[in-house]
C-alpha cells in the first residue's frame, strides 16, 4: 500500500513560483516512479512531470518544459516539484501519482494523492 500527500499550493501571481511536495510511504516493487498531473475545470488530468526514484530519468509536459524542475529526496521519501514563471494557464488542483518507467517514459500507477491548488492570478 502507497499512501501519497501533497502540499504546497497557493495562490500566486503570474510569473511567480510555487514549489510543491509529496510525501510518499510505502513502497512496492511495482511503484519506481513518482509523477506529477494536473487538472484544471472542465479538462481532463494531464501529465505534467516524472522522475524515477534513481533520479533519472525525467519527462516532462512540453508545456512546463524549462519552468517546472521535478526532483525527489530518497531520505525523505519526497518528491518535489518546483514551478517557475508560472502563468494562469497552470491554474489546476495538481496530484502527485506513484507509478513506475517503462523504458524512458512515465507510467501511470494505482496510487494518488488527494492534490493540491494552484491558482494562478494574472
Known amino acids: 500500500q502507497v499512501t501519497l500527500v501533497e502540499s504546497g499550493g497557493g495562490l500566486v501571481q503570474a510569473g511567480g513560483s510555487l514549489r510543491l511536495s509529496c510525501v510518499a510511504s510505502?513502497?512496492?516493487?511495482?511503484?519506481?516512479?513518482m509523477g506529477w498531473f494536473r487538472q484544471a475545470p472542465g479538462k481532463e488530468r494531464e501529465f505534467v512531470a516524472g522522475?524515477?526514484?534513481?533520479?533519472?530519468?525525467?519527462n516532462y509536459a512540453g508545456a512546463v518544459k524549462g519552468r517546472f524542475t521535478i526532483s525527489r529526496d530518497n531520505a525523505k521519501n519526497t518528491v518535489y516539484l518546483q514551478m517557475n514563471s508560472l502563468k494562469p494557464e497552470d491554474t489546476a488542483v495538481y496530484s502527485c501519482?506513484?507509478?513506475?518507467?517503462?523504458?524512458?517514459?512515465?507510467?501511470?500507477?494505482?496510487?494518488w494523492g488527494q492534490g493540491t491548488q494552484v491558482t494562478v492570478s494574472s
Open positions: 501519482n506513484a507509478g513506475y518507467y517503462g523504458g524512458t517514459y512515465y507510467r501511470t500507477g494505482n496510487y
Open positions: 522522475i524515477s526514484w534513481g533520479g533519472v530519468p525525467t
Open positions: 510505502g513502497r512496492t516493487p511495482s511503484t519506481n516512479a
